[in-house]
Each structure stands twice: as structure tokens, then as C-alpha cells.
């Protein structure tokens, strides 16, 4: 079955070390969407791409960064993780960019101590 | 500024007490509302979509109604296993996805 994986699941780090969150699905969809969770802020989109090569910058793209090299793969990066970003992050992937609903991964809980 | 509201933000229901949960939109141009349920430790996981006013779908005890400013999901004689949080999100015409911060429902034995 088609599937969208996460990892690592958990991750601890400390301030200014740089760390890089996985994606991968086998939907073959072409938009693929990073989220971060937090308790009164409900999902916020911090980055988002619709195709190998292209990329966009969401709500609160601050201090991350994403690359598409491949359909399959959307990794984002923390250049110098601080105390706010400790957080659970969510990979999605939709199909097409209009009125599809998003599949979710199953998410990575970050702790930047 | 687009905005979602989803309310009340926990619920605690006796098992076979029905209820409706809201959520509230201010998004220009809707391209779609979707309605996802949450479980502790898990992603969204996707329920309904809906596109237009007085549009409705249902799956099993839960069923969502949709107006030009909000929408609603209902559920009927809900059991504890639908107790998870609930979420809201829209899309606008940019193709983001806003998201509320959900409804915590909890259902009582």
C-alpha cells in the first residue's frame, strides 16, 4: 500500500546544531507540504512543493529550509535549530493543488534543548 | 486575514450523546473544507471534503453540513472510540491550507 513514512520519529538536539527532518511517500503525488504543530496554534504550513525542483515558502518558513530533488522525497532543514522550534512537525502529500484532501505522515517530534 | 475557528475546543460526551462540532471560516473564494480526525500521537487523518453551501456527507456517526461561513460536524450516538481531536481546515484560492486548532472530543463509557 501506498504510504507517507516520517524520520526520525523523535529527535533531540541542542540550539544552533543544523538537523534535517525525512519525508518519503509512494503516492507519486507531486505536492508535498511540511506543517508544524503546536497546542494553541493548530498546523501551520512552513513549507510546500508541487513538483521536483520547485519549492515555496508557507506561514512560518523562518529558519527552515526544503529541497525536491525526487517526487518521493521532500527533507526539511533546520539551519540552526533554536528553542522555537521545538515542536511536532507533519510531512503531507496531495495529489493535485486543488480541492484534494492531504495524506499526513505519522510526524516527528523535534526537542531542541 | 484568512482565519478558522473551530469551537468548542473540548467536548466530553456520555456515549450515545449526540453533539455537533463548529468551525467557522473568514477565507474569500473557497476552493474546499476539509474535516480531519486526530488521534494522540498519530498525523490527521482525512474524513470529508466539501465544496459548496449546502453541501453534505456522512461516514457512519459522523456527517458535515457545510454553509457560506462555517460548517459543522455531527455526531450521532457517538461511541469512546470516536473520542480524538477534530480538525478544520480550508483551502483558499492561493492553494494553502489553513488549519483551526481543533475540537478535543472525548467520549464517556
Known amino acids: 500500500d501506498a504510504e507517507i513514512t516520517q524520520s526520525p520519529r523523535h529527535k533531540i538536539t541542542e540550539t544552533g546544531r543544523q538537523v534535517t527532518l525525512a519525508c518519503h511517500q509512494t503516492?507519486?503525488?507531486?505536492?508535498m507540504f511540511w506543517y508544524r504543530q503546536d497546542l494553541g496554534h493548530g498546523l501551520r504550513l512552513i513549507h510546500y512543493s508541487y513538483g521536483v525542483q520547485d519549492t515555496n515558502k508557507g506561514e512560518v518558513s523562518d529558519g527552515y529550509s526544503v529541497s525536491r530533488s525526487n517526487t518521493e522525497d521532500l527533507p526539511l532543514t533546520l539551519e540552526s535549530a533554536a528553542s522555537s522550534q521545538t515542536s511536532v512537525y507533519f510531512c503531507?502529500?496531495?495529489?493535485?493543488?486543488?480541492?484534494?484532501?492531504?495524506?499526513f505522515g505519522p510526524g516527528t517530534r523535534l526537542t531542541v534543548l | 486575514e484568512d482565519q478558522v475557528t473551530q469551537s468548542p475546543e473540548a467536548l466530553r460526551l456520555q456515549e450515545g450523546e449526540s453533539s455537533s462540532l463548529n468551525c467557522s471560516y473568514t477565507?474569500?473564494?473557497?476552493?474546499?473544507l476539509f474535516w480531519y480526525r486526530q488521534d494522540p500521537g498519530k498525523g490527521p487523518e482525512f474524513l470529508f471534503t466539501l465544496y459548496s453551501a449546502g453541501e453534505e456527507k456522512e461516514k457512519e456517526r459522523l456527517k458535515a453540513t457545510l454553509t457560506k461561513k462555517e460548517s459543522f460536524l455531527h455526531i450521532t450516538a457517538p461511541k469512546p472510540e470516536d473520542s480524538a481531536t477534530y480538525l478544520c481546515a480550508v483551502q483558499a484560492p492561493g492553494n494553502q491550507f489553513y488549519f483551526g486548532t481543533g475540537t478535543s472530543l472525548t467520549v464517556i463509557p
Open positions: 503516492w507519486n503525488h507531486n505536492n
Open positions: 503531507a502529500s496531495s495529489e493535485w493543488t486543488g480541492g484534494v484532501n492531504q495524506f
Open positions: 477565507v474569500s473564494g473557497l476552493r474546499g
